[in-house]
């Protein structure tokens, strides 16, 4: 649901008033009709009648918060997380996955103007296989603060349970926050980042002032009692490996080994269902020529290149570029090439651009790729897919294969981040 905003914000008299939501917008707001306009209401969920206390009104739209709940939905359900509503990370604990999944799914294909075909999505509780935890030394109490920030404020949430997170990080917490606190340089403390690889958990630990000898002692006892993988890092650009191995992740059937700051899906369940219908989609033959775009360390590149005569890579970040190229090497794929080249500025003067591809993929940040649109016209492949995190970037950048006759026989809605107001996709764009 599109929203407007203005940098001049009308001040209301906190009116009160009887409504009833009609839609879910993504962010999980309830959605009514107000003297003409879209009223946004935090909490209220499709068909549910509450009164409403207006917050704040425009000329466009209007925000409203619950008073009072005169109905409830058969598809709101209790939170499982009791850190709901103040904790910044998820929005629609409230709501179905099944109403969750709808309510995203409308939305792109609003967006798109396209129907989507399928929801790709795996578990909504568990899921996510990445989580950094702000850690806050509280003088007076002394106390450890560990957690997420609060919704719309720089305040951390201590958080004790977190039913998102995959199982065997969410246990850690407790021993984690006891370890972190019992430190004798507790008040130094930056962050904690907990990763699930397909080898086991690891940890990085960012410290603003040198650990004592015992400090270190301390939490190289807890990474080996835990049978975690430990890396401190004492500045923003480095990081030293205290215990275990280096953490892996399998996609498509391929290891990829990566850094514990890589970029890595935090879906890990979507992100296997993704690559494998990627492939399908793109029908990837013996005799082709593939291009994989903004392609990190190989996640999609190297399961291409099982299939296809030849791929290339393209990425800005010199590090995942390295990783993808090991990544190659030590799954014994040869028929792959990576480039190191920032896709924002003038693509045909790079190097892989010269090259005639069959089939393309993107996997693009928020942003978008409008630097390289034009030239995946002018390369006039058969097939293009395209993975996006941002429904508006990828309509915008659609409409550029669009003028250039390609159509979308494809659409699906990746429920990557479940009970949030993230939503991602996958498009299928085919010249005829």
Not at 153 to 171: F, G, Y
Not at 286 to 299: A, I, S, T, Y
Not at 333 to 355: C, G, K, M, P, S
Request: net charge positive; with cysteine.
């Amino acid at each position: 649901m599109a929203q407007f905003y203005s940098a001049k914000r009308r001040v209301t008299t906190r009116q009160i008033i009887t409504v009833t939501a009609s839609e879910l917008d993504t962010f999980g707001q309830g959605v009514a009709k107000y003297n003409g306009k879209l009223l946004f209401i935090s909490g209220l969920l499709p068909d549910e009648q509450a009164e409403v206390t207006l917050t704040e009104e425009k000329k466009q739209f209007a925000r409203g918060q619950v008073k009072r709940r005169l109905s409830d939905s058969p598809e709101r359900e209790q939170p499982r997380c009791p850190h709901f509503t103040v904790c910044g990370g998820c929005q629609q604990q409230h709501a179905s996955v099944a109403l969750q999944q709808r309510s995203k799914r409308a939305a792109l294909a609003r967006q798109m103007k396209h129907d989507v075909e399928m929801v790709i999505a795996a578990s909504p509780w568990g899921y996510r296989r990445r989580a950094r935890f702000s850690l806050s030394y509280q003088p007076k109490s002394g106390q450890l603060q560990m957690g997420f920030r609060k919704a719309g404020s720089s305040d951390i949430v201590d958080i004790h349970r977190c039913p998102v997170l995959v199982p065997t990080l969410e246990a850690l917490l407790p021993a984690l926050r006891e370890c972190l606190s019992d430190l004798q340089s507790a008040r130094h403390l930056g962050h904690v980042e907990l990763v699930q690889a397909d080898n086991g958990p690891l940890m990085v630990l960012r410290h603003t002032a040198p650990l004592p000898a015992g400090d270190r002692e301390k939490l190289e006892r807890f990474s080996h009692s835990h049978r975690l993988a430990l890396w401190l890092a004492p500045d923003s650009d480095k990081m030293v490996q205290l215990s275990g191995e280096v953490p892996w992740y399998s996609s498509d059937g391929l290891r990829l080994t990566f850094s514990p700051r890589d970029f890595i899906q935090v879906n890990d369940g979507v992100n296997q269902q993704m690559v494998t219908t990627a492939l399908e989609w793109l029908e990837v033959g013996p005799q082709d020529r593939v291009l994989d775009l903004f392609c990190g360390m190989g996640n999609f590149t190297l399961p291409l290149a099982t299939r296809a005569a030849s791929v290339v890579g393209v990425e800005g970040v010199p590090a995942l570029v390295a990783k993808a190229q090991q990544n190659a090497a030590d799954n014994g794929l040869h028929n792959v090439t990576f480039y190191h080249e920032n896709l924002e500025e003038d693509v045909t003067r790079q190097a892989w651009a010269r090259n005639g591809f069959d089939k393309i993929l993107l996997d693009p940040a928020r942003a978008g790729a409008p630097g390289v649109l034009q030239h995946i016209v002018k390369l006039a492949p058969a097939r293009v897919v395209y993975v996006s995190c941002n429904p508006a970037t990828l309509a915008r950048d659609s409409k550029v294969l669009l003028a250039a006759g390609y159509q979308i026989t494809r659409l699906a809605m990746l429920d990557m981040f479940p009970h949030t107001g993230h939503l991602e996709s996958m498009v299928l764009f085919e010249h005829p």
